[in-house]
């Protein structure tokens, strides 16, 4: 099935976000690790308004049903991806890596110098689906503070710190 799209994100589109989030989490339903991770603790619509005002945020459709989408917001000569996920339903199709390429043209098209996002190391869908798009994991946190923030507040928020990742890929 190829009949979805991707397109910028528009304001009235951020009502559909957190239920997609959500039901994306069920993959994370039998990870241990995230066990006492709040599954139901997603963005709000009005977060994300916040961040598609900003311009690279993106969303897939299929006819007027929006079943993926990748928020991120700009810092400077980077712009961080927040959150993706595409609605259960509809995985396995390469929406993933097409919103993900996508932002990568938008974000090099706009003058950024890389992409940053924070993830799990290990689970196939995060680190590794990454590595295969240029990705490579921030080694030194110390030289990157506000990734080494972001990850110490998700290790403070009870994910696992062992298996957290700050990763950057270069653009131009």
Do not use: C, N, V, Y
């Given at each position: 099935?190829?009949?979805?799209?991707?397109?910028?994100?528009?304001?009235?589109?951020?009502?559909?976000?957190?239920?997609?989030?959500?039901?994306?989490?069920?993959?994370f339903a039998d990870d241990p690790d995230c066990a006492a991770f709040d599954l139901d603790d997603v963005w709000s619509a009005?977060?994300?308004?916040?961040?598609i005002a900003r311009g690279h945020c993106l969303v897939a459709e299929v006819g007027d049903r929006i079943v993926g989408f990748l928020t991120t917001q700009p810092f400077?000569?980077?712009l961080h991806i927040w959150e993706m996920d595409v609605h259960p339903d509809m995985q396995g199709q390469g929406?993933?890596?097409?919103?993900l390429r996508a932002c990568l043209v938008d974000a090099n098209n706009a003058g950024f110098r890389a992409?940053?996002?924070?993830?799990?190391?290990d689970l196939p869908w995060n680190g590794p689906f990454y590595r295969r798009i240029g990705f490579v994991e921030v080694a030194d946190l110390a030289a990157h503070?506000?990734?080494a923030s972001e990850i110490a507040a998700e290790i403070e928020a009870g994910l696992p710190a062992e298996r957290r990742v700050a990763m950057i890929r270069f653009l131009g």
């Open positions: 099935m190829s009949d979805w799209r991707i397109r910028l994100a528009r304001p009235a589109d951020a009502d559909h976000l957190p239920e997609i989030e959500r039901a994306a989490a069920i993959l009005q977060e994300h308004r916040k961040l400077g000569h980077e929406i993933g890596a097409i919103l992409l940053t996002l924070t993830t799990f190391r503070p506000r990734l």
